[in-house]
């Protein structure tokens, strides 16, 4: 892999969302098309889904790969 920019400049919300795209967090199942309880739970679940996907990507916002870098050497070192 070879990046197209500097580690500093992407951070690890910008990788998820390259790699998940506009995949549910949660790994959502359509209810089933008769089942007006199952639309109801779906509808709630969805809800839930958006907010949980604005926390993650609000959370990896804050880091980039190169902190992961950092962290991950800085690791290696003190198991050294």
């Known amino acids: 892999w070879m990046l197209e920019r500097d580690a ?3 951070d690890l ?3 998820w ?10 790994g959502m199942h359509a209810p089933q098309p008769d ?4 639309k109801r739970v779906q509808d ?7 907010r ?5 990507l609000a959370e990896l916002a804050r880091t980039t790969i190169a902190d992961v870098l950092r ?6 070192l003190d198991d050294a």
């Open 52 to 56: 949980a996907r604005r926390a993650l």
């Open 17 to 26: 969302i390259a790699l998940n795209g506009e995949d549910p967090v949660l």
């Open 13 to 15: 919300a910008t990788v």
């Open 35 to 38: 089942c007006g309880a199952g």
């Open 44 to 50: 709630s679940l969805l809800a839930l889904d958006r």
């Open 71 to 76: 962290e991950g050497r800085a690791t290696a």
């Open 8 to 10: 500093e400049e992407i």
